[in-house]
Antibody
Framework: EVQLVESGGGLVQPGGSLRLSCAAS????????ISWVRQAPGKGLEWVSV??????????YYADSAKGRFTISRDNYNNTVYLQMNSLRAEDTAVYYC?????????WGQGTLVTVSS | QSALTQPASVSGSPGQSITISCTGT?????????VSWYQQHPGKAPKLMIY???KRPSGVSNRFSGSKSGNTASLTISGLQAEDEADYYC???????????FGIGTKVTVL
């Protein structure tokens, strides 16, 4: 069974950093594209980042709102994808989901809440 | 890249059909057959309902169907049921620096 489990969310001050984890089971992250999608409280979905499979060159892409501050990476041994978030702002407050990306998002985790506040 | 345009809300009675539109541009919806639709119940993760404009994942009811014309995609729910009450989001591959763009979301209410 395909499963994604996010962790690492929490309360952080503006300007702080946080690393989110997305542990996969039932498939390998090395052979699949994994994205992060976020949802601010009461708002819609926003794509954040994607890391392509090793077979697709492992390229990474970011939304303009994440460029220069967020970094997506992959640990094939632990079958986990990470999102390192630096210079966090209040507007980054959201539930962060990881999802398998195939031109669409077919499997999603349950999400982890990130709150940026002083 | 701007969010795709969806109606804020759509409602219907049980058994009726409703259609949700999703309007983008020639840079996203109009250029790619990578339009997908997601259902989200309160407090839950989104669920894929339609991919590649009109394909249904295994396990999704055939009451859900998708189509596209030009820069506008549509999701139709036939035989509306109480369990269909949820938020629905469209998404399109955009191919530029922002690879994916979501719609603003539509709240479906079953009267």
């Amino acid at each position: 069974e395909v499963q994604l489990v996010e962790s690492g969310g929490g309360l952080v001050q503006p300007g702080g950093s946080l690393r989110l984890s997305c542990a996969a089971s039932g498939f390998t992250v090395e052979s699949n594209n994994i994205s992060w999608v976020r949802q601010a409280p009461g708002k819609g979905l926003e794509w954040v980042s994607v890391i392509y499979s090793g077979g697709s060159g492992g390229r990474t892409y970011y939304a303009d709102s994440a460029k220069g501050r967020f970094t997506i990476s992959r640990d094939n041994y632990n079958n986990t994808v990470y999102l390192q978030m630096n210079s966090l702002r209040a507007e980054d407050t959201a539930v962060y989901y990881c999802a398998r990306a195939r031109g669409y998002f077919d499997s999603w985790g349950q999400g982890t809440l990130v709150t940026v506040s002083s | 890249q701007s969010a795709l345009t969806q109606p804020a809300s759509v409602s219907g009675s049980p058994g009726q059909s409703i259609t949700i539109s999703c309007t983008g541009t020639s840079s996203d919806v109009g250029s790619y057959n990578s339009v997908s639709w997601y259902q989200q119940h309160p407090g839950k993760a989104p669920k894929l309902m339609i991919y590649e404009v009109s394909k249904r994942p295994s396990g999704v009811s055939n009451r859900f169907s998708g189509s596209k014309s030009g820069n506008t995609a549509s999701l139709t729910i036939s035989g509306l049921q109480a369990e269909d009450e949820a938020d629905y989001y469209c998404c399109s591959y955009a191919g530029s620096s922002t690879l994916y763009v979501f719609g603003i979301g539509t709240k479906v209410t079953v009267l």
